[in-house]
Structures are given as C-alpha cells and as structure tokens.
Nanobody
C-alpha cells in the first residue's frame, strides 16, 4: 500500500523550532510536487509550503522567512524546518504528494497528519 509516512512535530514554546519529515512508503512514480499543509481547529486546511522535484519552493506568506521546505537526496522525501514558531502555527500538519495517473489525471496522496503545538 502506497502511503506518506510523517514524523516529527510535538510541543514547543513560542520562538522555538521543530522539524517534520515525510517519506513515501511503497511505489509512487511520477511525483511532481510535494508539500506541507496544516489545519487548525475550526479552520480549513491551508497550504504551508511546496517543493517541486527540481527544488522550486513556494511558501504561504505567514511562514516565509521562518519555515524551510527541502527535499531529500531521494525524491519522495521532504522536510519542513520550522523556526521562530508562534502560537498561531499550532495545527495538524499534513504531508501531500501530487502525481499523475496514466491518463494524466491528478492523484493526490496525504499523510496521516502530525500535531504541532506552540505554547505562548
């Protein structure tokens, strides 16, 4: 079964740092984009950061300058380094991967989510 396996997260004080990692388990060919999203209680899931296979990155304005997304040597692994964390960063963070099937239709995969809690 193909899945995204996340690790990291936890509880940290405001101003602290945490890192998340995500790796594809199984075969997932043709990944063109991976990223991190988050969902706070009562809110919609929102984009945090994405990265292409070529290393191009995109960030939500709210995390620019504080978070860094990177990829592993093997495409299919991504990391999120979170610095200068704020209480408003508290959310469940989800890893995402976009691929295309044989008919070029978008297929999305999601991780199980990992909790990040920032105390004030």
């Amino acid at each position: 079964q193909v899945q995204l396996v996340e690790s990291g997260g936890g509880l940290v004080q405001a101003g602290g740092s945490l890192s998340l990692s995500c790796a594809v388990s199984g075969s997932m060919p043709g990944i063109n984009l991976m990223g991190w999203y988050r969902q706070a209680p009562g809110a919609q899931r929102e984009l945090v950061a994405t990265i292409t296979s070529g290393g191009l990155t995109n960030y939500a304005d709210s995390v620019k300058g504080r978070f860094t997304i990177s990829r592993g040597n093997r495409w299919g692994t991504v990391y999120l380094q979170m610095n200068s964390l704020k209480p408003e960063d508290t959310a469940v963070y989800y890893c995402n991967a976009n691929t295309r099937d044989v008919l070029y239709r978008l297929v999305e995969y999601w991780g199980q989510g990992t909790q990040v809690t920032v105390s004030s």
